[in-house]
């Protein structure tokens, strides 16, 4: 069953980029005592993710900022090398910070994971964005078709947190 709004986030680890390289880190030191966005992708350097879903993200910041959010992550099921260079490439370095769930442990506990195995890409995460307040899912909103609308940073700037 997919997690919805009122349900805490499950625990897992990510990995972020730090100045010293690759870091583990948890939901509890991401999520825990603060409000914030989250976003997921199917893939790093995809098509929508990249033309559309990510650079949203990164203009709409300061936006998503001003209305009280201490940050903005952006997840998928890719490496974290993959995840840091993609960043890097869109210019969200300061602006949205990438979290890779490799394995999709997150992804899998959230509900949140789909099947492309077919497509030879592997068990992926769904298109989705968040608002996380202290852990606990605010605002969720889950694409059902292959495009960037109900998971974009203009929808969930327009909802209410």
């Known amino acids: 069953m ?17 100045a ?36 949203g993200f990164v203009a709409n910041d300061m936006a998503l900022k001003n209305k009280g959010l201490a940050a903005v992550y952006c997840t998928a099921v ?5 995840m840091d260079a993609w960043g890097k490439s869109a210019g969200a370095d ?14 899998k506990k ?3 994971e789909f099947d492309l195995t077919a497509r030879g890409m592997g068990v992926r995460s769904k298109r989705y964005s968040m608002i996380v307040d202290n852990g606990v899912v605010s605002v969720i909103n889950v694409e059902e078709q ?7 940073a203009e929808t969930l700037l327009a909802c209410k947190f």
């Not at 409000?35 to 199917?42: I, S, Y």
């Not at 890719?78 to 993959?82: K, L, S, W």
């Open 110 to 112: 959230c509900g949140l």
């Open 2 to 18: 997919a997690i919805k709004v009122g349900d805490k986030l499950p625990e897992a680890t990510f990995k972020i980029m730090s």
């Open 20 to 55: 010293e390289g690759p870091k583990d880190t948890t939901t509890a030191e991401l999520f825990g005592g603060k409000k914030v966005a989250v976003f997921a992708v199917p893939g790093a350097f995809t098509p929508a993710c990249s033309k559309t879903h990510l650079p």
């Open 94 to 107: 300061g602006k949205v910070t990438m979290i890779a769930d490799g394995s999709a442990d997150f992804a």
């Open 78 to 82: 890719n490496d974290i090398f993959v």
């Open 146 to 152: 292959p495009v960037v609308e109900k998971s974009s």
